[in-house]
């Protein structure tokens, strides 16, 4: 993945580690080069193996916006992409990182035999922006799926959630 800025600005920093582009510039991400770093994590509390995607920073070699998920084996012998979490940082934000890394994540899913995969939306400062990156990689909140659909995926749980709770976890279906 090349990074290019559309103008010939120099880099401003927050911080000393910390990239952010000077006001007005876009970052422009080509797919060309792989910037994602993709690891399994060992040894959680539940024996599961974790999925770390990352964006790394070609300049500071931080992660800049990350995706971490376990594949989990369900009732009935379906499995589960379990999204722990999706994070980008404040100066990357709106560049489409998350987007990217989730629709990454979602194909290594299916790779390796999850039949959907499901996040809970746990709303920060920016909901409204998680909300649509979720939206746009196909998640759509549990409330919005038919009722029959949600059983055969989620199980006797379903029936258990609250309206609430509902609207808080997000599903994208395999088929």
């Given at each position: 993945?090349?990074?290019?800025?559309?103008?010939?600005?120099?880099?401003?920093?927050?911080?000393?580690?910390?990239?952010?582009?000077?006001?007005?510039?876009?970052?422009?991400?080509?797919?060309?080069?792989?910037?994602?770093?993709?690891?399994?994590?060992?040894?959680?509390?539940?024996?599961?193996?974790?999925?770390e995607?990352?964006?790394?920073?070609?300049?500071?070699?931080?992660?800049?916006?990350?995706?971490?998920f376990?594949?989990?084996?369900?009732?009935?012998?379906?499995?589960?992409?379990?999204?722990?979490?999706?994070?980008?940082?404040?100066?990357?934000?709106?560049?489409?990182?998350?987007?990217?890394?989730l629709?990454?994540?979602?194909?290594?899913?299916?790779?390796?035999?999850?039949?959907?995969?499901?996040?809970?939306?746990?709303?920060?400062?920016?909901?409204?922006?998680?909300?649509?990156?979720?939206?746009?990689?196909?998640?759509?909140?549990?409330?919005?799926?038919?009722?029959?659909?949600?059983?055969?995926?989620?199980?006797?749980?379903?029936?258990?959630?609250?309206?609430?709770?509902?609207?808080?976890?997000?599903?994208?279906?395999?088929?």
């Amino acid at each position: 993945m090349r990074f290019f800025r559309k103008k010939k600005q120099p880099l401003q920093r927050k911080t000393k580690d910390r990239m952010t582009l000077a006001k007005g510039e876009k970052l422009i991400i080509h797919e060309k080069e792989s910037m994602y770093h993709y690891q399994t994590i060992t040894g959680n509390k539940k024996g599961i193996e974790s999925k770390e995607l990352s964006f790394i920073n070609p300049v500071t070699g931080e992660r800049e916006s990350t995706v971490q998920f376990w594949i989990r084996k369900k009732q009935g012998g379906m499995k589960s992409a379990d999204i722990k979490w999706v994070a980008t940082t404040p100066g990357f934000r709106g560049e489409g990182l998350a987007k990217k890394l989730l629709e990454e994540a979602v194909k290594k899913a299916k790779e390796e035999g999850a039949d959907y995969a499901i996040l809970r939306f746990a709303p920060l400062e920016n909901a409204e922006a998680a909300e649509r990156v979720y939206r746009k990689t196909g998640f759509v909140p549990l409330s919005e799926v038919p009722s029959e659909v949600a059983r055969k995926y989620i199980g006797g749980r379903y029936d258990r959630m609250t309206e609430d709770e509902k609207r808080e976890v997000f599903v994208l279906l395999f088929d």
